[in-house]
């Protein structure tokens, strides 16, 4: 079964660390992975789409991996800033099926 | 570029009547749309994927009488929620893809059934 999982649901960091976010996908044959952020009450904004053939993306302070061996992918947010607190969702389109499978999403708050 | 508009973007309805949501892409034409829906804290839900001219395609457990989707033209996506309920008061998004692998997305339509 094809799924995507984002541990934890929801994280609390005080203003100016750095963080990473988790996600863990079931089937490597995935054709990108991409990063969101949904502010509450809105719809998605894209963050960083990863294609299968890349490891990494960058833009600003936000970097984005994907390891497809070990099925994981995590976003990395530096000096993060109020304004970072959203939820962050992943998602995998999957080579079969051609749906955009979500995780659960990460509740981020971040501390002044 | 990649732009896609939803519309309304709240709206409260009685139950027993049906509500319109539609969904344009402004910028480009989009061969595929996707409907989704939000529980407050959890995770989008695919619904339906539809096709410019075909009957839409229904994720399983979704009713297809009740979220009728209409794909009229390659700007143009409409869910009509028949005979609401309050169970049925939730977030909706839309997406559009004009390539396989990729979607772009509205901003969302907040349903409320009183």
């Known amino acids: 079964k094809q799924e995507v999982t984002q541990i934890p649901a929801a994280l609390s960091v005080p203003e100016g660390e750095n963080l990473v976010l988790n996600c863990s996908f079931t089937d490597s044959a995935i054709y990108n992975l991409q990063w969101f952020r949904q502010d509450p009450g809105k719809g998605l904004t894209s963050l960083l789409l990863i294609q299968s053939s890349q490891r990494e993306q960058t833009s600003g302070r936000l970097n984005a991996s994907l390891d497809k061996s070990s099925g994981r992918s995590t976003l990395y947010i530096a000096a993060s800033q109020p304004g970072d607190s959203a939820t962050y969702l992943c998602a995998a389109y999957y080579n079969q099926g051609g749906k955009l499978i979500f995780g659960q999403g990460t509740e981020l708050s971040v501390k002044p | 570029g990649a732009v896609v508009s939803q519309h309304p973007s709240w709206v409260i309805c009685k139950s027993g009547t049906s509500v319109k949501i539609e969904c344009r892409s402004l910028d480009f034409q989009a061969t595929t749309m996707f409907w989704y829906r939000q529980f407050p804290k959890q995770s989008l839900m695919l619904m339906a994927t539809s096709n410019e001219g075909s009957k839409a395609t229904y994720e399983q457990g979704v009713e297809k009488d009740k979220f009728l989707i209409n794909h009229a033209s390659l700007t143009l996506s409409t869910l009509t929620v028949t005979s609401a309920h309050p169970e049925d008061s939730s977030f909706y998004i839309c997406?559009?893809?004009?390539?396989?692998?990729?979607?772009?997305f509205g901003p969302g339509t907040r349903l409320t059934v009183t």
């Open positions: 997406s559009a893809s004009r390539d396989p692998y990729e979607q772009y």
